[in-house]
Nanobody
Framework: QVQLVESGGGLVQPGGSLRLSCAAS????????IGWFRQAPGKEREGVSC?????????YYADSVKGRFTISRDNAKNTVYLQMNSLKPEDTAVYYC??????????WGQGTQVTVSS
């Protein structure tokens, strides 16, 4: 059974850091492109970052997080991480990871809440 489980969210002050984890089961994560998305209240879900399969390894970052967030993978743990530094109130959202199997097939995790507030 394919499953993605996010963790690591929480409440942090502006300027703080969090590391989100996306643990996969039922498939080998490093064969696929894994993305992080977020959805703030009243807004559409948006792409934050993604990392290609290990054979490619390329990464992508939205302009709004470039230089502050870093995506990485640990194949031994079948997990993808999103290190988030210099967090801003506008980063507040539910963060989801997504595994892209094909152009029409993918899986989502359940999401983890990130709140940036003083």
């Amino acid at each position: 059974q394919v499953q993605l489980v996010e963790s690591g969210g929480g409440l942090v002050q502006p300027g703080g850091s969090l590391r989100l984890s996306c643990a996969a089961s039922g498939f080998t994560l490093d064969y696929y492109t894994i993305g992080w998305f977020r959805q703030a209240p009243g807004k559409e879900r948006e792409g934050v970052s993604c990392i290609s399969s290990s054979s490619d390894g390329s990464t992508y970052y939205a302009d709004s997080v470039k230089g502050r967030f870093t995506i990485s993978r640990d194949n031994a743990k079948n997990t993808v991480y999103l290190q988030m530094n210099s967090l801003k109130p506008e980063d507040t959202a539910v963060y989801y990871c997504h595994a892209r199997f094909t152009s029409t097939l993918g899986y989502w995790g359940q999401g983890t809440q990130v709140t940036v507030s003083s």
